[in-house]
């Protein structure tokens, strides 16, 4: 990034928003607006071709999403840091977003003072969040996820997965077969699968079960 002026993209699908946002920041000290794009895909090539610091993009665009774009950019090792743009501050946008490897989250409702600092932050690898956003993410903090499975599920499903039959769980466990196929049952309906295998390898794939599991 040079010392003196930070290279901006602008990603939204509205070009009112996005011509809103290149004219204040081209007007504003410190910043150059190297390329408008319209949706994802767009971003990813500018991104690529024109080198910028930072990348304001949008969430929801026709085409390539900026999820999609944040993800594809991230995987390819590309420098620009990413600050989020949206008018959304739900789990299922905030989350995955700062996952994917944006760096900030920023609401279009935000003071224009707000949105020159959080991207000058940005281009300095800060990370970068509206009120409401970090809000949320410290109270996902402290509010631990529902567990899907009951302890004793978990522990039908690791027998299970070790190879035993439901009499050999069940004698494990000290509890009756008929009480084994009842949890193995409530387990399939949790996975949204239809048998043992199923269940087993869903269990891996959701970080149920570990590979070192009994």
Known sequence: MSESTIRLVVADDHPVVRDGLATMFASAPGFTVVGEAADG???VRMAQALSPDVILMDLRMPGTDGLT???ELARAGNP???LVLTTYDNDAHVLPAIEAGATGYLLKDSPREDLLRGVRAAARGETV???SVALRLVNRVRTPAPQLLSQRELEVLQLVA???TNR???ARLF??????KSHLLNIYAKLGVSDRAAAVAEAYNRRLLL????
């Open 211 to 214: 590979p070192d599991s009994p």
């Open 129 to 131: 969040l509206s009120p």
């Open 69 to 71: 774009a944040i993800t």
């Open 80 to 82: 620009a840091r990413v």
């Open 168 to 170: 050999e769980a069940a």
């Open 162 to 164: 070790a190879g035993n």
């Open 175 to 180: 509890i009756t077969e008929a009480t084994v």
């Open 41 to 43: 895909a767009e971003a």
